[in-house]
């Protein structure tokens, strides 16, 4: 208290001192500009933060613009909190910052965590060349609130990303609400920083959340090392709308267990020449549920899934989704690797127009854990690029496909199949199939069709190709236009079909 007093400030917050909506919360409120920090923009103000400090406190920054050339760091706290009312925080450039050329606010640290944790109301200018800094990193036990923060400018001195978040207690909980990087980050090789870090700055990293996690409404633009990444704790993190812009290799990256991804809006529509692939969103190192995302991707560049359900990922549901893709580029939307666990897919709707590519590619493994896709529809007219030329290319057990709709015209007359199945033991219930080639080509063995519909575009082309391999195949009042090409199946049941 002798700090407060010789500067003359109120250690009970009173309104002269702290005009925020959270002044009563604290025991004591402290106008950083009373104290000594300019506003002006012209003297660095983390001298005047680390000498008023405390716990159960609440730093209150008055319009302004806030002048930073070195680290504030403050742990270990049982409350604090950091707000701006029309305040811009303003970094020193890669050369003049002094020191760890790391951070602005470090607040808390893994093993000096603070326990809850307000930071709010700040845009941060990094519109000078050779800028962009970590504005915030935190750990937390109980509770973290970060809101209304706005990086201007693209990130473009090669260090860290803007942000850093952890709530490191299994009980604890956290959002973080409209933070927005929408300019992105520089590759590191195109800033002072060369040679000194992997790729560059990730937009948003949290990878060490035990607790519960939120994102919402946040924005990040194209960041060379991931956009948001947040799969490497046990924790459960939400994703809830937002804009999520042309990162490499991923725009989301998410883990945890029962994480969700709901309603954001991820882009893919701009390529800069180090990108090697910019997919949308990556499930990984956990069970995974997104609903209502709409993802759309106009790059030309390969590999740059839609989705891809990463072997780590125990468990996946995607529903109620919008998958819009296009370019001279061969690209999937749905990609389920070899080792992923159970995977749902319902209600989405997948448009296809690339030069090649599987709109749904269930990889190859002898994990014997279902894939199951409802209502799901694939549509659009794509190409036959390095052979990637099927709809739905299903090469595990265990799947099954109801009441979904598959068209593939082809692009430029190219042969395209609805569906190809090299798997065992799937079913293929009602639903309406449509290609240039094959709507059905079935490899593998004990697969049911029942009720479905198909039909090929090339005049005269059966519903169905059957190659020796594949045996015990069950079809089972389908409507087969044309009827089927049998390669020599052994063991097939043809129960009252219908051929034309």
């Known amino acids: 208290m002798t700090g407060l007093a010789a500067i003359g400030l109120s250690s009970t917050g009173s309104a002269a001192t702290g005009y925020t909506q959270y002044d009563d919360e604290y025991r004591t409120v402290i106008n950083v500009v009373e104290a000594g920090a300019d506003n002006t923009g012209t003297e660095p103000i983390t001298p005047v933060l680390e000498s008023v400090r405390s716990d159960n406190t609440l730093l209150y920054f008055p319009p302004g613009e806030y002048a930073m050339d070195s680290q504030f760091r403050f742990t270990n706290f049982e409350k604090f909190a950091v707000i701006g009312d029309d305040a811009t925080l303003v970094p020193a450039n890669y050369h003049d910052f002094d020191g760890p050329r790391y951070r ?133 993190i939400i994703v809830h709308g937002g804009h999520y812009k042309n990162s490499h290799p991923v725009s989301l990256r998410i883990g945890g267990t029962n994480s969700v991804i709901r309603w954001p809006t991820i ?106 896709c409802e209502y799901l529809s694939i549509s659009g007219e794509a190409g036959d690029g390095a052979g990637f030329r ?13 009441v979904c709709e598959v068209d593939q015209p082809g692009r430029d007359g190219v042969k395209r199949n609805a569906m190809v199945n090299t798997g065992n033991d799937s079913t293929v219930y009602y639903g309406t199939y449509r290609a240039s080639n094959y709507p059905f080509v079935e490899t593998g063995s004990e ?28 079809l089972r009042r389908n409507r087969l236009v044309n009827g089927i090409k049998d390669y020599g199946s052994d063991g097939l049941i043809d129960w009252e079909n219908s051929y034309s």
């Open 267 to 372: 882009e893919i529509d701009e390529t800069r020449t180090r990108d090697g692939s910019q997919r949308g969103i990556r499930l990984e190192n956990g069970n995974v549920r997104i609903r209502g995302a709409l993802i759309r991707n106009t790059s030309p560049m390969p590999t740059s899934h839609a989705i891809s359900v990463m072997n780590s990922c125990s468990g996946a549901r995607i529903e109620d989704t919008t998958i819009e893709m296009s370019g001279d580029g061969i690209n999937h939307g749905i990609v389920v690797s070899p080792s992923a666990g159970e995977t749902i897919i319902l209600d989405t709707d997948i448009t296809h127009e690339t030069a090649g590519g599987y709109p749904l590619w269930i990889r190859e493994t002898d994990n014997q854990e279902r894939v199951l």
């Open 447 to 474: 697969t049911l069709y029942m009720r479905a519909d198909a039909e090929s575009y090339d005049s005269g082309r059966e519903a169905i190709c059957l190659y020796d391999r594949s045996h015990d195949i069950d």
């Open 104 to 236: 602005l606010f470090r607040l808390g640290t893994y093993n000096n965590p603070g326990a809850h944790l307000r930071f709010e109301g700040f845009t941060v200018d990094q519109t000078v060349p050779d800028t962009g800094i970590r504005t915030i990193e935190t750990y937390v036990t109980d509770r973290l609130e970060v809101r209304s923060i706005y990086v201007r400018g693209q990130h473009d001195s090669g260090t860290w990303g803007p942000a850093l978040f952890n709530v490191v207690d299994p009980d604890g909980t956290g959002i973080v609400e409209d933070f927005w990087a929408p300019h992105g980050g520089a590759w590191v090789d195109e800033t002072p920083h060369a040679g000194n870090s992997w790729r560059g700055p990730i937009g948003i990293e949290a990878n060490q959340t035990e607790g519960t996690l939120q994102f919402k409404r946040c924005r990040l633009g194209a960041f060379p090392s991931n956009g948001l990444y947040a799969c490497g704790g046990s924790g459960k």
């Open 390 to 402: 099927d709809g739905i290319r299903c090469e595990r057990d265990n799947c099954r496909f109801n």
